[in-house]
């Protein structure tokens, strides 16, 4: 796709440098580290901005960078764990915005571009089609039942804009996946506009009143395997170990990550969750007092 001269004009502007300081004490510091950069898209004329979570999750401060240079010190206005998008608002007026478009209209092989920003005023653009539409579950215990491929390559830092080739934003880059094929996942745009209310209100939500264990997983051959666990986390208390692979959940089978997740989250924190494990050439059960990731990272 060669986007027009003013197409670009209009969205260079509205993506910004996202720059986190994260205390050494959150529990996230240690995973992500404690300075973070990432970009995003500034989605209201009065200054609010759409990113990605783990770019601002549990920031002290939050440093906003526009495209001409202009600095600022922005709120964080929502962390939301379910979606994986955080919101943030910086104190200015009359911003150069971009709409929101939904992705249930998106088709495999529609043309799509994304941008991030790198600071200092630069910005780098990257063209491509979409690859895939569908659920998508990550090595934690995420889940989206939509999400968005596309095989536009991230050319800087997460929480930029995906765009359609009007300019309207389809979905707020998260990963690259470049080791499967597919090169790069957006979170669709329609996780902040069916809630909006909730974003607006501020605070960190997002997973509900869901179990969590603090483990970070991969499957491989039918099984669920334990790659990590979260220090500090419920599965550590519990005894989990890197290596034990997950065999069934309260006694149901457990086959792949989505399945594991969506067995763990008919639990509610607090309450005991029974998992069989392969271990040492053995089975053993093993019971985790679940946990609340919101709770946790606050």
């Not at 804009?161 to 990963?175: C, E, F, Y």
């Not at 639990?267 to 053993?284: D, T």
Request: aromatic share 8%; with cysteine.
């Amino acid at each position: 796709m060669n986007a027009a001269v003013s197409l670009l004009g209009r969205v260079l502007p509205a993506t910004v440098h996202v720059r986190s300081e994260i205390p050494t004490t959150h529990p996230s510091a240690r995973l992500l580290g404690t300075e973070r950069m990432g970009s995003g898209a500034i989605i209201d004329p009065s200054g609010l901005i759409l990113t990605v979570n783990y770019v601002v999750m549990g920031a002290s401060e939050v440093h906003v960078t526009l495209l001409d240079e202009r600095q600022y010190v922005a709120e964080v206005v929502k962390y939301d764990f379910g979606s994986g998008l955080g919101l943030l608002r910086i104190a200015e007026g009359d911003l150069p915005s971009l709409a929101l478009r939904r992705s249930t209209d998106l088709h495999l092989g529609d043309e799509v571009f994304l941008v991030a920003s790198v600071g200092e005023g630069g910005a780098r653009i990257a063209t491509g089609g979409v690859s895939w539409l569908g659920p998508f579950d990550a090595n934690w215990e995420y889940v989206l039942e939509r999400a968005i491929m596309t095989t536009s390559m991230n050319p800087g830092l997460g929480g930029g804009p995906l765009l359609d080739t009007l300019g309207r934003v389809v979905g707020i880059v998260s990963l690259n996946l470049n080791e499967i094929g597919r090169f790069s996942l957006a979170i669709p745009s329609e996780y902040y506009l069916d809630a909006q209310t909730e974003f607006l209100g501020g605070g960190a939500t997002g997973m509900g009143n869901r179990a969590w264990l603090g483990v970070f997983c991969y499957a491989m051959n039918n099984h669920v395997v334990i790659a990590g666990i979260l220090p500090g986390g419920p599965a550590e208390r519990a005894g989990l170990k890197a290596g034990d692979v997950v065999l069934s959940v309260d006694g149901r089978d457990v086959t792949d990550r989505a399945t594991l997740y969506r067995h763990l989250w008919t639990r509610h924190p607090g309450e005991p969750v029974s998992l069989s494990v392969y271990r040492g050439n053995e089975a053993r059960q093993v019971t985790v007092d679940a946990g609340d990731a919101v709770e946790f990272f606050a």
